[in-house]
């Protein structure tokens, strides 16, 4: 039996991102429940745009997003902690050029 | 809207059985919570946060759905064209509320049917408020004006709630809820100010109803409210029962002034040396008949909800059985 044929009552859950106004990137928002794509962004806009919140819309099924383990935070990011020379403040530069 | 009680729950959830690995990690949950630091989904807590947690986001959707039923009854009666559209965007709203909040509960690892099924057996409760009946349109202004204010007063706190997804779909929620607040008042001051003396008494009638039901939204005394001293704790609420209602009982006597109405307390008045109103005693035996689920309308309500439920089964599995028979076409072609 396929995964689509397993009976299976509840709508499956889609993470919903808008964009606010053309020029901005698409924001995770939130997520819903709906039968298939198009009617993810349907509900989507029910949900997420009733007061002109956004200009665009993307679902996408929440099963089919992969994210870093909380536990591997440390591992992750720690590293970049002490490599304040990625940063343009870490450079001080004469008064005459400091606005470069 | 708002479940007030959201902490009533059964006494036996804490079980102290911990291994010394799990007290350990509850200690450094507890020091990240003391510095003010957020928890997401899928970082470790404690099972019974996770659970008081559930009890609590589920309890707050279910109370935004439910809600949307005492206004629903003045959907079609609502005076004019103004008012009605008012009244169908606010209540598309709560049932907006509803879904962010379901959303937030199923973050902790729990089905929405699964919540939904705990709804219709009655094992988990919604906000008491919408077991009372809305019998005039008045009642629609003063649920916009009170209930939706008891409500906000209640909720801002949440928008710093420990629990990030819970926060986040509050700060949603209150940046909506003030609209309600507002026209709610302004239906009534319609009334107040251009209406016959039949309406301004409806008006009174609908605050005289609702006041102290609205008092018991934020919930028991602190000194017998089981599990704010936890939720506290935890961050999960940020300010007890009695300063809310001390809060929202300052708040609307300004409001009542400016309105023209009573509110039904003879012993309502200012205290000059505490810099707040007193006002009398609330019956919390009524408070917990309603709870109960001996209000005026709490068999109307639950039973409206199962039979929304059952009636909209077919059109949830047509539209499954829709999209997969789209998916199968698509891997066909």
Redesign the interface.
Known sequence: MSENDKPRAEWPLWEVFVRARAGLDHKHCGSLHAPDAKMAIQLAREVYTRRQEGCSIWVVPSAQITASDPGDKDMLFDPMEDKVYRHPTFYELPEAVNHM | MYTQAMDLAPKDERKAVRTAGEAELERRFEARIDEGDYV?A???MPEHYRRTLVRQISQHAHSEVVGMLPEGNWVTRAPTLKRKCILL?KI??EG?HG??LY?AA?TLGV???GLIDALHAGKAKYSSIFNYPTLNWADIGVIGWLVDGAAIMNQIPLTRCSYAPYA??MI?ICR?ESFHQRQGFDALNVMMREGTEAQRAMVQDAVNRWWWPCLMMFGPPDKDSTHSEQSMRWGIKRIGNDELRQKFVDATAQQARVLGVTLPDPLLKWNEERGHHDFGPIDWAEFWRVVGGNGPCNRERLDARVKAWEDGAWV??A??A???K???KGAAA
């Open positions: 997401e899928k970082d470790w965007a598309q709203d907006g879904l962010y959303a199923e089905s929405r049917d986040r779909a949603r909506e949830r599995e539209a499954l829709h999209a997969r789209q998916a199968l």
